[in-house]
């Protein structure tokens, strides 16, 4: 499954959310229909009631939801009497005749009654405003609206972050969103001609001069005030002591160290084309925080400080580790920060951003990650991506990110390795002579292992071109055979793409987690281009026959053999590598692995410093002359 960065989204747009606030407008009524919906959803607030939140089938009389309304109505007044009665001394009975009378409900299409009779899916649709008594409702057919809103519980400085929400009949592409910073009442020295003056730790007996604490507020938007209304450019939202100044639009925030012991506040505009619906807001639960004085991988960043040369690739391969992986029997020693998902994505992001990559090749990707978090961000910095999931029930898979500054992406690929062995023909020498190992070939069709692979042309210079892949291999390390097997299943697929587009002389690379060490027989079989099987797995019994398996790629492990690259508590060693073509690339930097210092410094892996039980691996590569 591929998925490109500019997403189609259906109008109903749902992601994962906590807490919210919203800003209501009066006097409407929301009527939600979709067509894959067999009700009509009606949504308002009555009086100074609660909000009345019906559904009703499209096939039945609108007279039936009209009588609910009227019966409703009739109940809270009902309720509001005798509360009223119990807390109101000076409530007078005779007022209680009211509430013995059922209201009027009708209908409206530009002041004339909608007949009753006809059903709820063309009534709604074609009424303009619903009378409930007095009261006149405007209504707003398949209005966007949002749902819920939150931020995440941590914010920290120097990473990027995106709300958390649903929305209803609202398009992510056409929804807009806008950042605001928190400003203490006591901060504000003035407000003047559509600028804040700034009080920067002054004293009362101070003179206070403005140069250095102008804040201007030219760009800044209407921000919801407290009773629903807004304000005006020239203004600043005043709330619970703080002001709140506009920072930034769009659905990533880059938090700034000027952020840092304020909080912040998102507010979203649901659209769908030309439709706009009520604004929504949301404001963080605590301050942001300021990021560690260094991150482990900062030190790493010093030797990537800038992207390398138009004859160069720099690459990165990374295990991210899937939130869904993430559980606290797993890493008893982890943090509840360090196992937050929020709080690892701003970490995470952060991270990668700095390795200044042309290539960036990720495992165990969540969908919604990729989809609201890496590409939103990565899109921004020039980056194109592309995701294959694992099948079954696994919603992680594999992400690649190709910098468009560098590289054209001519073709990709992508395959299930437990169904592309039983449908091509490329595999009847393998499967020959693995065919009698029934238990490991058995658990290898279980597995929803993918590969994904990519041919990149050189934009600068367009005769280099390089195949790039990606993988992650089957985990049980009882079962190495299994992964031996599936590691030929992708050399035999990779061969098959290079002899069908003639590109014998175009070099690759091979990323991903193989959960082999070093001296293994994957590891063995990818660097030697062949592993002598087992006879006993032959399909044919007889003495002569051909146990090797083979490739003919000519790869190298680009980072060697590092002590690990997956660190925890229960197990330490390499298991992640960039294998690459050592006939026709050579590496000419290997960015160091962090120190072991700060790996051990929570004990393992993830931790508040290191996002992810896995350690990236870095390196640039060239092309050879010849």
Known sequence: MQFPLKLARSSTFRVFYRRSSSVNSPQIIKVFSSEEDQNVKISFKYAHFNHFNLKAPKSESVQNL???????????????????????????????????????????????????????????????????????????YNMPTVIELSLPDY?????????????????????????????????????????????????????????????????????????????????????????????????????SSEDVGNRLKVVCIPRLNNSTGCEFSAESKSAVEAAPELFPFDERQSHTKSFCDNYSIRCVSYNILANMYVERKKFPYSSEKARDNYYRKQVLIRELIGYNSDIICLQEVQDRLFEFDLVPVLKKLGYVGSYNRKGGRRFEGLAMFVHSSKFKILKEYGVMLNQVIKKQDIYTDLLNKVARNYEDMSKLLLQHTVLQVSLLQNIHHPELQVLVANTHLYSNKDNPEVRLIQAAVCTHYIEHIIKSENLESVPMLFCGDFNSLPDSETVNFMMDGKYECCPSWHKDSHASADTILRHNLTLDSACGAPEYTNFTEDFQGCLDYIFYSR?????????PMPSHEHVVASVALPSELFPSDHIALICTLQWNKS
């Open 66 to 140: 009209l009588n609910r309304i009227k019966y409703m109505a009739a109940y809270q007044h009902k309720k509001e009497e005798i509360r009223q009665s119990v807390y109101n001394p000076s409530f007078k009975p005779e007022l209680k005749s009211n509430s013995n009378k059922l209201i009027d409900v009708c209908l409206l299409e530009n002041d004339i009654p909608v007949d009753d009779t006809i059903p709820n899916g063309s009534a709604w649709a074609q009424a303009s405003a619903l009378k409930v008594g007095e009261t006149l409702y405007k209504i707003k």
């Open 583 to 591: 006939d026709l690339l050579k590496v000419s930097q290997v960015v």
């Open 155 to 255: 914010i920290i400085s120097g990473c990027p972050i995106r709300p958390h929400f649903i929305t209803e009949c609202a398009n992510f592409d056409d929804t807009l969103f806008r950042w605001y910073r928190s400003m203490p009442k006591e901060d504000v020295l003035a407000i003047d001609d559509g600028k804040i003056f700034k009080n920067s730790s002054l004293t009362p007996n101070e003179n206070v001069t403005i140069d250095d604490s102008e804040i201007s507020l030219k760009n800044s938007r209407l921000v919801p005030k407290e009773d629903g209304t807004f304000i005006n450019d020239s203004e600043m939202s005043f709330k619970n002591e703080q002001y709140w100044q506009q920072v930034g639009e769009g659905f990533v925030h880059f938090v």
